[in-house]
T-cell receptor, first 110, second 113 residues
């Protein structure tokens, strides 16, 4: 089983739609959580950290469920510019290894 | 503050040759990660170095190797290149602390012909 698993997609949604990505992690020692965004042929960049209480940044909401070992990213009112690959990232306690999921591709269409 | 830098940006090699890719982490970051991303595919974890030691290795053959230097910069070496090794190779660095994110370089695009 992979340490971090994501649905590779692609998710094809119309502009204005709400889309949600889930990510599961296998190591209960996972301590820190992030979502990254990767545009085509570019390097991944941090989108937002994920806090235990959940957090929101504009149209983006991230949530953590430690009991079920998954994190989620919700994008409301999708824009064409949201088209990208979204990567789930966990950082382990002890050693602080950072583990990236393979990513979920999102295409937002007009 | 300078970001993660990788060199070269592009590299073209022939089958059977060796490739060396370089990565300089952000100042203060001791961890360096290497990933392979083939065209249209997701990130595949290659190697993790921290404090000069190899901490973890992904599911890649031994011809993929690397090292981390005392200044925390890193090299990735790929021996006996195969056509399937053509990919974007990304390096990321981070601090060994909780709640600190990793930062990526712009990658080295390796083409094997």
């Amino acid at each position: 089983r992979k340490e971090v698993e994501q649905d590779p997609g692609p998710f094809n949604v119309p502009e204005g739609a709400t889309v949600a990505f889930n990510c599961t992690y296998s190591n209960s020692a996972s301590q820190s959580f992030f979502w990254y965004r990767q545009d085509c042929r570019k390097e991944p960049k941090l989108l937002m950290s994920v806090y235990s209480s959940g957090n929101e940044d504009g149209r983006f909401t991230a949530q953590l469920n430690r009991a079920s070992q998954y994190i989620s990213l919700l994008i409301r009112d999708s824009k064409l510019s949201d088209s990208a690959t979204y990567l789930c990232v966990v950082k382990l306690n002890g050693g602080f290894k950072t583990i990236f999921g393979a990513g979920t591709r999102l295409f937002v269409k007009a | 503050e300078a970001g993660v830098t990788q060199s070269p940006t592009h590299l073209i090699k022939t089958r059977g040759q060796q490739a060396t890719l370089r990565c300089s982490p952000i100042s203060g970051h001791t961890s360096v990660y290497w990933y392979q991303q083939a065209l249209g595919l997701g990130l595949q974890f290659l190697l993790w170095y921290d404090e000069g030691e190899e901490r973890n290795r992904g599911n890649f053959p031994p011809r993929f190797s690397g090292r981390q230097f005392p200044n925390y910069s890193s090299e990735l070496n790929v021996n006996a290149l195969e056509l399937e090794d053509s990919a974007l190779y990304l390096c990321a660095s981070s601090r060994t602390q909780q709640n600190t994110e990793a930062f990526f370089g712009q990658g080295t695009r390796l083409t094997v012909v």
